[in-house]
């Protein structure tokens, strides 16, 4: 499709992504432009006006503003203070503050409460949330303050990022309406091309486009890789009595073994209504392990199983987290580009938070391309502003100051947590040089090396339940007919899956994968067993593209619209 005609749509500042960063940085962004422009009708500030030509969008791949947002969510907010002082009255949707907390060790049946609450796990004063009703409700405030300078794009997946040199140029969104082999249907619609002065990308973990940006712009020289969790979530409607609205629960420990990184969470939306998850980080060992498998585990727990009996399950989703914190931040900026939110790792993994990060990151770098716009100057030599900006901010002390946390954690995880608690409290988070960290699929180890398999729970479907069945609860949809958006390649390693690492690490996609995307099956009985791609049950979680132990997974943007469509989480 290399030589289709393509329209070319100009914006003044284009952004990749309808999370927090990308809605807050829009917004921020219209209303600095438009008070700028006031002041100087009026006469109360000298200088010029900012005229936008062709006005700031936003790129969206889910078929509406937050179907494709999921987070735990606990919120700090103080970004949003910032952004909207009176959100609160503007209707922000809380689900409740936050009125009690407990950490627990969890074995295999039993639980111990942690006598003094860690520092990093204090929540008082924060807010439970949805993070898909959060986007949502960003998106209706610029819809009412600023729809005459800012338009979201839904179903507009960025599919390519465009350059002049090493200057980035914009965005290519995806095509519509190509059959399985990439040919064109009679609903053919070609991608478009947007030309933007400033490219911000937030595309959330592991983006399609930043990991390809951050490479060819050499964003992450010197920095440590990102390193990742896969949360595995659902929400339950719980008899009342149980938890009271408001409470927060973490646990550690059972069922991940003593050197695997996570936990899970319980947040009350209500008196019955239950946010409950579990992360797994994806620097395992056992190319058995299976995230989902971990979460469907931990509720059979006596304590959890206890909590959730006689609900039901509403909703299902999934998603990678970074967990790499500061070291793994890629530059921020280059010529004509800013990173964002996860794009530019801005999530504190110590709290378990990173809502109030993305907000701020979108806020700052709102401030630098407002700069940007008055200079008429949109190279990398104007745009670190944004890195000075961050480095001047609250999200920078609070990133520094946990910079070394995950690092801990890939030995024993209870070494690593006093590691990382006295790092914090009594040395402000430890060494002031990097603490290197290897990338996640590098500790996979082969079959025969890993031990055995690791067993799993036969699903009852009324408190634990198959993928399949969980696939249906987050309301995935893709158009069955379009090429498949997990590629296997380069071309010569396309059959690997079939041959080397069926015998290497027994197809770990099969069990990585929260969705049931990947499975081994006989073509014909007594064949050998061939990998089948279900990619519409993908709910674009992102852990085959970075667990895969070849790295020959790359995920990349289905037809716009397709995807999870989550709500309530
Ligand atoms: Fe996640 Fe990949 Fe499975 Fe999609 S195919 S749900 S991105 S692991």
């Given amino acids: 499709m290399a030589d289709i005609q393509r329209d070319v749509m100009d914006m003044d500042v284009l952004f990749v992504g309808a999370g927090p960063s990308g809605l807050a940085g829009a917004y921020h962004l219209a209303r600095l432009i438009k008070t700028h422009n006031e002041a100087i009708d009026k006469g109360t500030k000298q200088g010029q006006k900012i005229n936008l030509e062709n006005g700031i969008g936003i790129l969206e791949k889910g078929r509406n503003v937050g179907d494709h947002m999921l987070s735990g969510a606990v919120m700090d907010p103080v970004a949003i203070k910032e952004l909207i002082p009176d959100f609160i009255e503007k209707g922000f949707p809380v689900e409740s503050e936050v009125t009690g907390e407990a950490v627990y060790f969890l074995t295999q049946k039993s639980k111990f409460k942690f006598p ?3 520092p990093t796990l204090q929540n008082h ?10 986007a949502e409700w960003l998106a209706e405030q610029i819809n009412s303050e600023f729809s005459d300078m800012i338009n979201i794009f839904p179903e507009f997946p960025g599919k390519e990022v465009l350059y002049d040199g090493d200057n980035v140029l914009g965005i290519r969104t995806g095509d519509k309406g190509l059959d399985a082999h990439g040919n064109p249907k009679s609903n053919f ?17 592991r983006g399609s486009l930043t990991k390809q940006l951050v490479p060819r712009l050499k964003l992450d ?48 939306m209500s008196d019955t209504m239950c946010s409950i998850g579990f992360v ?45 914190g500061y070291w ?74 946990s910079r070394n946390w995950r690092q801990n954690f890939t030995g024993s995880f209870y070494t690593g947590m006093i590691k990382a608690g006295l790092q914090i409290y009594l040395t402000g988070g430890g060494t002031k040089h990097r603490t290197p960290i290897a990338v996640d699929y590098k500790h996979m180890k082969k079959k025969t090396e890993a031990g055995a398999p690791i ?16 696939v249906y609860y987050s309301g995935t949809k893709h158009e069955e007919h379009q090429p498949c958006h997990l590629v ?82």
């Fill in 221 to 268: 020289e010197g920095k440590n890789p990102q390193v990742y969790g896969t949360g595995v979530k659902e929400i339950w409607e719980i008899p009342a009595g149980r938890l009271k609205k408001g409470m927060v629960v973490h646990t550690a420990g059972w069922p991940l073994a003593s050197n695997h990184y996570g936990g899970s969470w319980l947040y009350m």
């Fill in 189 to 205: 619609e070609p991608g478009v091309d947007i030309h933007a002065k400033i490219t911000i990308v937030g595309e959330g973990p």
């Fill in 125 to 134: 004063g924060n807010l439970i949330c949805s993070l898909n009703k959060v």
């Fill in 116 to 118: 003094i609450l860690p």
């Fill in 488 to 569: 296997i390649g380069p071309k010569d390693l396309a059959d690997i899956c079939n041959t080397r690492c069926k015998e290497e690490y027994g197809n770990p996609c099969q069990h990585f994968c929260p969705a049931q995307v990947y499975e081994m099956i006989e073509p014909e009985p007594g064949k050998p067993s061939q990998l089948r791609i279900n990619f519409s049950n993908c709910v674009h979680c992102k852990t085959c593209d970075i667990a895969d132990p070849y790295q020959v997974i790359t995920w990349v943007t289905p037809e716009g619209g397709g995807g999870p469509v989550y709500k309530n989480m």
């Fill in 328 to 401: 793994s931040m890629p530059k921020l900026y280059a010529d004509g580009v800013l990173l964002i939110g996860e794009s530019g790792g801005f999530i504190n993994i110590s709290r378990l938070k990173g809502i109030h990060l993305a907000i701020k990151s979108g806020m700052l770098a709102a401030e630098s391309a407002f700069e940007a716009l008055q200079k008429n100057d949109y190279s990398a030599n104007t745009l670190k502003i944004y890195e000075e900006k961050f480095k001047s901010s609250w999200a920078h002390r609070e990133l520094w100051g």
């Fill in 455 to 470: 067993e799993k729970v036969k699903a009852d479907e009324k408190l634990t339940f198959q993928k399949l069945t969980d």
């Fill in 280 to 324: 797994s980080a994806l620097d395992y060992s056992n190319p058995t392990f299976d995230p989902h498998g971990a979460f469907t585990l931990f509720k059979t727990h006596p304590y959890i199983s206890g909590l959730l009996d006689g609900g039901k399950m509403l909703t299902y989703g999934a998603k990678t987290v970074s967990e790499g």
